[in-house]
Structure formats: structure tokens, C-alpha cells
């Protein structure tokens, strides 16, 4: 069945989700091309949840969601691994395979999912490493890299196979400050070169509120509030007070004090 409305490119319709507990109550989402869309919530609130019913990993107890006018829940598996194609996914845990070098972890989406011989190989996992600034790197391994090479190395492989639709799951979780600033021009940059589509969970306000083209709360189970950064900053619906005073607090909590 056709999605509801054209040119989103991402989108979720009356989405439930329970595991011992209702998670996702009836979430309502669309992300349409080429912007990026990130998701903000209180830990445990089920933003991963959302984003695994999105590549199917997790199956809504109700609801619908679309990727590129499919229905996900409709796919047979076939059919979902062509989807899979079409999406680059940078989950927070997990990113690197430890056994394979830098070169190899970046090659490994082409040599699962395309026909690239070794030549095409080398030049597609060397432009997107240099993409990143990771030229010098691709001999080595993921315990010989700093974290926010690491990251980096998985947004490379995210993005090899030049995807037009990009999941991020707390890609700048656990980096310092300047890291995790840089990850946030690559987040930009990547939107810009590649048209992408992008939905993210980024629990750093300041980084989410910098790359977002729309933000979305989820709290009790749905998107409560949606909007442009602006609209979001200025919304006086209690859960985006309540979220972003609660996020405030934290930060003050771990600044030093009387600092900047
Ligand atoms: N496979 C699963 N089986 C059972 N419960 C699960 C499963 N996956 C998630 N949950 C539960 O769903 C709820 C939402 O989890 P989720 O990981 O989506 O939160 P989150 O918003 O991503 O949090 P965080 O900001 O900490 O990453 C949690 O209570 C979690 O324990
Ligand atoms: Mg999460």
C-alpha cells in the first residue's frame, strides 16, 4: 500500500511497541529528503526502539513505517536487504569489527552488498576514508585509534555504499568536546555532498540543536513536539521545558563551578 504522503523519505504512522512495557505508544514521524531529523527523549525513553523499527530490526506491534515509499513490515527478506542497501547505519556500540583493519571495515559493506572487484574496492574505501581524514590510518586496527577515529572510521563505512538515507545512533555518545564537534560538521557535511536523509538520536542538546533541520521529543511514547531548532527552542509544551531545564541542570551539575 502507497505511504500516506509523498516525498518523506522516512516516516511512521501510529507506531506501538511493547517489551515487558509499552515503549512506543503511537509514534507519528516523517523525515522527509534530504533533511536530517533528530530525535530527543530521556534515556529509556525508546529512541533506539524507533530507529530499529525503521530498519525492520524490530517489528511494530502496530502501525506502519515506510523507508522510500516501501513498507517496511511488508518486505519479504529479500526485499529488506535491498532496503538495507539503500541506508547507511551508525549504531553507538558495536561500530568497528576489532578483527578487521581500518581498511577492511570500511571495504567490508562493498564486498558484502556490491559486485566492486579489488580495484574499485580500494578506490571507494580510500575516497571515503579521505573523506574523514583517516588517509593515514587504514593500515591499522580499531584498538590502535583514538575514539573519535573510531567514530569516524564508522561514519566512513556508513557511508561507503553512499547511501541516501542514514541512520545515527548517538554518534557522538562518550567523545570530548572538540571530537565531538567535529563529528557534527562530518553529520553536516555528509547532508550536504550526499543530499542524505538522515534520523538521528543525539543526546549532546547543543550537537542535536546544531545539526537538526527538525527536531522531535518522544516522551511517553510519542513525538510530543516537532519542529525547526528554532520552534523547538521556543515551544512552551512542558515536555520540551521539562526536557531541555532537565538537560540544563545536568550540564550545570557537571560544569566546574564558577567556570566560564
Ligand atoms: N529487545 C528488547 N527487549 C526488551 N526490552 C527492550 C528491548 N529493547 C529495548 N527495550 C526497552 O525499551 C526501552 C527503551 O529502550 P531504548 O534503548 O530505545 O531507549 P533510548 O531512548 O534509546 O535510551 P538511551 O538514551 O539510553 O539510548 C527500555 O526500557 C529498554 O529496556
Ligand atoms: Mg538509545
Given at each position: 500500500?502507497?505511504?500516506?504522503?509523498?516525498?518523506?523519505?522516512?516516516?511512521?504512522?501510529?507506531?506501538?511497541?511493547?517489551?515487558?512495557?509499552?515503549?512506543?505508544?503511537?509514534?507519528?514521524?516523517?523525515?522527509?529528503?534530504?533533511?536530517?531529523?533528530v530525535?530527543l527523549g530521556k534515556s529509556g525513553s525508546?529512541k533506539?526502539?524507533?530507529?530499529?523499527?525503521?530498519?525492520?530490526?524490530?517489528?511494530?506491534?502496530?502501525?506502519?513505517?515506510?523507508?522510500?515509499?516501501?513498507?517496511?513490515?511488508?518486505?519479504?527478506?529479500?526485499?529488506?536487504?535491498?532496503?538495507?542497501?539503500?541506508?547507511?547505519?551508525?549504531?553507538q556500540?558495536?561500530?568497528?569489527?576489532?578483527?578487521?583493519?581500518?581498511?577492511?571495515?570500511?571495504?567490508?559493506?562493498?564486498?558484502?552488498?556490491?559486485?566492486?572487484?579489488?580495484?574499485?574496492?580500494?578506490?571507494?574505501?580510500?575516497?571515503?576514508?579521505?573523506?574523514?581524514?583517516?588517509?593515514?590510518?587504514?593500515?591499522?586496527?580499531?584498538?590502535?585509534?583514538?575514539g573519535?577515529?573510531?567514530?569516524?572510521?564508522?561514519?566512513?563505512?556508513?557511508?561507503?555504499?553512499?547511501?541516501?538515507?542514514?541512520?545515527?545512533?548517538e554518534?557522538t555518545a562518550g567523545l570530548d568536546p572538540p571530537t565531538t564537534a567535529?563529528?557534527a560538521?562530518?553529520?553536516?557535511?555528509?547532508?550536504?555532498?550526499?543530499?542524505?536523509?538522515?534520523?538521528?538520536t543525539i543526546y549532546d542538546v547543543p550537537t542535536a540543536f546544531r545539526?537538526?533541520?527538525?527536531l522531535?521529543l518522544l516522551d511517553?511514547?510519542?513525538?510530543?513536539?516537532?519542529?525547526?531548532?528554532?520552534?523547538v527552542r521556543?515551544?512552551?509544551?512542558p515536555a520540551v521545558r521539562a526536557f531541555l531545564h532537565r538537560w540544563l541542570e545536568r550540564e550545570a551539575e557537571r560544569a566546574p563551578a564558577g567556570g566560564g
Amino acid at each position: 500500500m502507497a505511504p500516506p504522503a509523498s516525498h518523506a523519505l522516512i516516516e511512521l504512522e501510529g507506531v506501538h511497541k511493547a517489551f515487558d512495557r509499552p515503549v512506543l505508544r503511537g509514534v507519528d514521524l516523517r523525515v522527509a529528503e534530504g533533511t536530517t531529523c533528530v530525535l530527543l527523549g530521556k534515556s529509556g525513553s525508546g529512541k533506539t526502539v524507533l530507529l530499529k523499527t525503521v530498519i525492520g530490526l524490530l517489528k511494530p506491534d502496530q502501525g506502519r513505517v515506510w523507508v522510500d515509499g516501501d513498507e517496511v513490515g511488508a518486505l519479504s527478506a529479500p526485499g529488506l536487504t535491498l532496503m538495507h542497501a539503500k541506508l547507511g547505519i551508525l549504531f553507538q556500540a558495536g561500530a568497528l569489527f576489532d578483527s578487521l583493519s581500518v581498511f577492511d571495515n570500511v571495504a567490508f559493506p562493498l564486498r558484502e552488498r556490491t559486485r566492486a572487484g579489488p580495484a574499485e574496492v580500494r578506490r571507494r574505501v580510500r575516497a571515503a576514508l579521505d573523506s574523514m581524514g583517516l588517509g593515514a590510518v587504514e593500515r591499522l586496527f580499531p584498538a590502535e585509534l583514538s575514539g573519535g577515529m573510531k567514530k569516524r572510521v564508522a561514519f566512513a563505512r556508513a557511508l561507503v555504499l553512499e547511501p541516501r538515507i542514514v541512520l545515527y545512533d548517538e554518534p557522538t555518545a562518550g567523545l570530548d568536546p572538540p571530537t565531538t564537534a567535529r563529528v557534527a560538521d562530518l553529520i553536516v557535511d555528509a547532508k550536504k555532498r550526499l543530499g542524505l536523509t538522515a534520523l538521528a538520536t543525539i543526546y549532546d542538546v547543543p550537537t542535536a540543536f546544531r545539526v537538526a533541520d527538525r527536531l522531535a521529543l518522544l516522551d511517553e511514547g510519542r513525538i510530543v513536539a516537532e519542529g525547526t531548532p528554532d520552534e523547538v527552542r521556543r515551544s512552551a509544551h512542558p515536555a520540551v521545558r521539562a526536557f531541555l531545564h532537565r538537560w540544563l541542570e545536568r550540564e550545570a551539575e557537571r560544569a566546574p563551578a564558577g567556570g566560564g
